[in-house]
Nanobody, 119 residues
C-alpha cells in the first residue's frame, strides 16, 4: 500500500501563487505515476497534472498549461504542484494520487487540500 499526505493549500488572491506538496510512504517502489486532481463544488474530479516517477514525463490539462508545474523529488518520495497566476476558477479541493506499476488507474489517494482563489 501507499500512503499520501498533502499540504500547502490555502487562500490566495487571483494572480497569486501556491505550492502543493504530496509525500508518499509505504510501498513507494510500486509507484509508476503520481498525479494531482481537483474537484470543485458540484463538479467531477478531474486530472490537473501528472508525472511519471521514472523519467519525469509530465502531463497538464489545457486550462493550467503555462501556469502550473508538476515536479518530483524521488529521494523524498514527494511530488509538488507549483501553481502560479491563480484564477478564481482554480478554486477546488486538490487531491494527490498514485498509479502503481501495472495499474490502469490511480488507486491511492490523499485526503485532499483546499485551494481557494479570491477575485
Amino acid at each position: 500500500q501507499v500512503q499520501l499526505v498533502e499540504s500547502g493549500g490555502g487562500l490566495v488572491q487571483a494572480g497569486g501563487s501556491l505550492r502543493l506538496s504530496c509525500a508518499a510512504s509505504g510501498h513507494t517502489f510500486t509507484i509508476y505515476s503520481m498525479g494531482w486532481f481537483r474537484q470543485a463544488p458540484g463538479k467531477e474530479r478531474d486530472i490537473v497534472a501528472s508525472i511519471v516517477w521514472s523519467g519525469g514525463r509530465t502531463y497538464y490539462t489545457d486550462s493550467v498549461k503555462g501556469r502550473f508545474a508538476i515536479s518530483r523529488d524521488n529521494a523524498k518520495n514527494t511530488v509538488y504542484l507549483q501553481m502560479n497566476s491563480l484564477k478564481p476558477e482554480d478554486t477546488a479541493v486538490y487531491y494527490c494520487a498514485v498509479q502503481r506499476l501495472g495499474a490502469v488507474k490511480y488507486d491511492y489517494w490523499g485526503q485532499g487540500t483546499q485551494v481557494t482563489v479570491s477575485s
